[in-house]
């Protein structure tokens, strides 16, 4: 059974739309991620949280918002939707967030395309 | 900046041979760790290898690595190519003290095994 869960796999938007990708982890972690990945990129990170608080954020647009309702929860929010928006969104958690051993697993993935 | 560079593309190999995945990497932390994710078609990313000692080997379901700080490396090989060995392989840096969890992917290399 998948230990972190996003939803849903696949999501198909407008331009100018709302929406929110949910990920959920069950690895009993303290710190979770959010990574896109763009066609031709690599996979480039977002956000970390560290005991639900916000420790990382490489993404300039305010558009993007992590939230976090609970410590094995990070949903993503994205506002005012783009055609360059369109990628797959991976969450990932890991035990700690700090120290360069600590493995980073990831989920499967929301693919979004904006229309 | 920091960055991470791998084999472009697709790399095709006949069962039973060996294959090694380039991987070479700029950084400007003094601590790192060094990752090899492989990613099976609409599967999560998971952790293949992991090393932060210069000049050790590392080994796991058959694939070995081994970090070399002198030429900035950390090459994936495998001696004997199996058909289930075919998926997407991604090469990742992280930084040491203070980092936030922030993986540095390559652009991540197709491993096509043929009969």
């Known amino acids: 059974d998948p230990k972190i869960i996003q939803k849903p796999k696949y999501l198909v938007a407008v331009t100018g739309s709302e929406k929110i990708l949910i990920c959920e982890q069950y690895?009993?972690?303290?710190?979770m991620y959010w990574y896109r990945q763009s066609a031709k990129k690599p996979l480039e990170f977002m956000f970390s949280?560290?005991?639900?608080?916000?420790?990382d954020n490489q993404t300039a647009s305010s558009r993007f918002q992590p939230q976090s309702s609970k410590k094995n929860h990070l949903d993503l929010q994205i506002t005012a939707l783009k055609p360059d928006d369109s990628a797959t969104y991976f969450c990932?958690?890991?035990?700690?967030?700090?120290?360069?051993?600590?493995?980073?697993?990831f989920g499967a993935g929301t693919r979004l395309s904006v229309l | 900046g920091d960055s991470v560079t791998q084999t472009e593309g697709l790399v095709t190999v006949t069962e039973g041979l060996p294959v090694k995945l380039n991987c070479t990497y700029q950084?400007?932390?003094?601590?790192?760790?060094f990752f090899w994710y492989v990613q099976y078609l609409n599967e999560a990313p998971q952790v293949l290898l992991k090393s932060s000692t210069d000049n050790k080997r590392t080994e796991h379901q058959g694939f070995h690595a081994t970090l070399h700080k002198s030429s900035s490396s950390f090459h994936l090989q495998k001696s004997s190519a199996q058909l289930s060995d075919s998926a997407l392989y991604y090469c990742a840096l992280r930084g040491g003290t203070g980092n936030t969890g922030k993986l540095i992917f390559g652009l991540g290399t197709t491993l096509q095994v043929q009969p």
């Open positions: 949280y560290s005991y639900q608080k916000l420790m």
């Open positions: 990932a958690s890991s035990q700690e967030a700090w120290g360069s051993q600590n493995t980073l697993y």
């Open positions: 690895l009993g972690h303290n710190a």
């Open positions: 950084t400007t932390y003094l601590t790192i760790a």
